[in-house]
């Protein structure tokens, strides 16, 4: 726990102006960022006497170590700046709504030649109009079949299309008459953009137009006798009616507004958003947060317009947003808003009439959202920390560990060997954190080896960074000169398998390797251990704990110990133990799998220089596998439609040089599988699966 005043600037130091600080603790990353209109003022509130504090404020100011700030020109350039450190830096004292979902959108893909109606999450791209959040995608698609009768809009996706228009035949949607079928020229392209821009239409409130004109349709139908038309545009009236029975009118003039609403005690606050476009409520979002600072509901709103609208642009941001208490001051939050729809957007408190009847319904939600909060967070809360109580208990550990970090090894019977680190902070996955390793060291099957190296890897790493930084006192340093093996990846589920790039100084990011935890942990009994534990050694760290895991009876190892900790089975550490282990074993096993199928998926062709993938899979359709366009001529090679002589040359010589692999074995039959018996495409040169390698629970006993 750090003085405050150990690191308090000098008087005269801090200027008098707008601007943004940072406070950074002793691992120089970036615990708390804020915004001030005088930098001077603000910092000055933090170095007074602590029992003036409020309490979260108290415990940020003692984990920080040191503070810096940035001056700039307007408040709305600090409330920007604030956003994006926040966004960038994730510091943990810092208000952060936490949204447990990613909320389904109706997105129009206007930017594509025959536009498609389809559900979307995430980030939102250029040239797509989306509707929404809604609270369920299917709603969504509950709108969507309705909407269809009367805007058969395409839905399908790529493959589909590409498919249909290849064998000339649409698909169901396109029999049944909700699609118009553009795949096969029913429509033409101009014609179907108009159709989705009507749809457009209708889902942004200009209703009134098309039941209108379905009803003059309808009636000059029947005037006319065609009684089965009429029929129909009877039942796409309906439809259109009932999908509008789904967002019923809330506020008349056809408004666009979004209404927010904050619910909160001492500990925690919800916040609730209502999209109302068009006069009726489109979508529905909430989130909830931990007041880790003494914060005003004013404030909260703010960040909550920052959670809003930083990523959006344009009519996005609507022309209205109407709050239970206004920001302190407003004027830069309402010019940001402004500059970011690019007109003038109306920022207040609704006073009376239909906005403030509908502003204590969202009220109402917010207050029920909290309490439902409250009910499921509270026995999490006390389970997690009695968890963390009890595993430094169990191994007599200072205090409880924040950040666990867990290692796992995983290989196919030796093969594509890798390991895995997961990391939980106060009991939670920290996927941002995750990281996987390839084991470069040593070839074969050697967890103890293996677990070595990779707790050497990372903690070099880490004692890289300290010295980097400066942190190290005169005469220390890391016990082998820091150097850094390579191999790490970045891994959050799904990340790119690149090198590591290197770290940038004074960036504060919470990145690969630069963060200690307080308990390592292995899956294995005593040899992995004691190998972690040596690698510790070796590098001169003694102020992490390290234990493993045994899967057999889930005991627990400490390194220098001759018998394990044995937990008792309704433990609540040792079950956050098992859930750190099977993380990291569910982690190691999928990039394990990873690499392996892409080994399979090789091939010799890949090593050709120019040869790109269409020039390879026109080779193998015309040869039928790689065995037999090693055999073949480059006259033969030739005759496939654009390969030219130059290039056949080139195949010819790399096969020739690339040595053919192994046949592949059934291992049920004994029998040689021969590749000309495979399907056209396969080949037993490149690295495959076998056909058959036991069943399918002697293979997953084969993978660790």
Not at 109 to 133: A, I, S
Not at 548 to 568: I, M, Y
């Amino acid at each position: 726990m750090a003085d405050p005043s150990s690191y308090r600037p000098r008087p005269g130091e801090i200027p008098d102006s707008p601007g943004v600080y940072r406070f950074r603790d002793e691992h120089r990353r970036v615990i708390y960022v804020g915004k001030a209109k005088s930098l001077r003022q603000r910092l000055a509130n933090y170095f007074q006497d602590l029992a003036n504090l409020h309490p979260r404020t108290r415990t940020m100011v003692t984990t920080a170590a040191s503070v810096e700030w940035t001056v700039v020109s307007t408040e709305v350039e600090a409330l920007q700046l604030e956003y994006s450190w926040i966004k960038e830096y994730d510091p943990r004292f810092n208000v952060k709504y936490r949204d447990d979902k990613s909320y389904p959108y109706l997105a129009v893909t206007m930017n594509e030649e025959f536009p498609r109606v389809q559900v979307m999450r995430g980030h939102k791209k250029k040239g797509v109009r989306y509707f929404g959040p809604y609270g369920h995608a299917w709603a969504i698609r509950d709108t969507v079949d309705l909407l269809l009768r009367v805007f058969p809009v395409r839905t399908c996706s790529a493959g589909v299309f590409k498919n249909a228009a290849r064998t000339g035949r649409p698909c169901l949607l396109g029999y049944i008459g909700k699609c118009s079928a553009p795949c096969v020229g029913r429509i033409t392209p101009d014609d179907h953009w108009d159709l989705a821009d009507e749809f457009c239409d209708f889902m942004t409130g200009r209703t009134g137009t098309y039941l209108r004109r379905l009803e003059r349709q309808m009636a000059d139908a029947a005037e006319e006798m065609e009684y089965e038309r009429a029929a129909r545009l009877r039942d796409d009236i309906g439809a259109l009616k009932k999908a509008m029975e789904k967002s019923a009118v809330v506020l008349a003039d056809a408004t666009d507004a979004d209404l927010i609403a904050v619910a909160e005690d001492e500990l925690e606050a919800a916040v609730q958003i209502f999209h109302v476009r068009g006069g009726r409520v489109r979508g529905q979002r909430g989130w909830v947060t931990d007041k880790v600072e003494e914060i005003t509901t004013g404030a909260l709103v703010e960040h909550a317009l920052q959670q809003l609208y930083g990523e959006e642009s344009g009519d996005a941001v609507p022309k209205e947003v109407l709050v239970p208490a206004l920001p302190d001051p407003v004027e830069p939050v309402q010019q940001w808003l402004t500059e970011r729809r690019g007109s003038g957007v109306s920022l207040r408190i609704p006073q009376r009439g239909d906005k403030k009847a509908l502003m204590e319904t969202v009220q109402r939600n917010a207050q029920q959202a909290l309490v439902l909060h409250k009910t499921k967070r509270a026995s999490d809360l006390t389970t997690r920390s009695r968890a963390l109580e009890e595993i430094a208990e169990a191994l007599d550990l200072d205090s409880a560990p924040l950040r666990v970090e867990c290692y796992d090894i995983s290989h196919l019977q030796g093969d594509d060997v890798v390991a895995s680190m997961v990391v939980f902070e106060d009991g939670l996955a920290r996927k941002s954190e995750y990281r996987r390793f390839q084991i470069k060291g040593f070839e074969g099957q050697d967890d103890v080896r293996s677990m070595h190296e990779v707790i050497t890897r990372r903690f070099r790493r880490y004692l890289a960074e300290k010295e980097k930084t400066g942190e190290w006192s005169d005469g220390e340093g890391p016990a082998d000169g820091g150097q850094h093996t390579g191999g790490e990846a970045a891994a959050g589920d799904g990340a790119a398998l690149t090198e590591a790039p290197t770290l940038k100084d004074e960036d504060g990011r919470p990145k690969r390797f630069a963060y200690p935890p307080q308990l390592v942990v292995v899956d294995g009994g005593q040899p992995q251990v004691a190998a972690a534990q040596r690698a510790l050694d070796e590098l001169g760290i003694d102020d992490i704990a390290v234990c493993g895991l045994a899967k057999r009876l889930e005991e627990v190892w400490l390194p220098h110990e001759d018998d394990p900790v044995v937990l008792p089975r309704t433990s609540e550490g040792l079950y956050l133990l098992q859930r750190v282990r099977d993380e990291a074993h569910r982690f190691a096993i999928t990039y394990q799998r990873a690499k392996r199928a892409k080994r399979f998926r090789s091939s010799p062709l890949d090593d050709v220089p120019g040869l790109g993938e269409t020039r390879k899979q026109a080779l193998i359709k015309h040869f039928g596998s790689v065995k037999k366009l090693r055999s073949a001529t480059i006259d033969q090679i030739c005759e496939v439609p654009g390969i030219g002589r130059k290039t056949a040359e080139t195949v010819a010589v790399a096969l020739a040089g690339a040595a053919p692999a192994a046949p592949a074995v059934n291992t049920a039959t004994g029998e040689i599988m021969d590749d000309d018996d495979g399907a056209p495409g396969t080949t037993a040169d490149a690295p495959g699966e076998p056909v058959s390698a036991g069943t399918p629970d002697e293979r997953r006993g084969q993978e660790r």
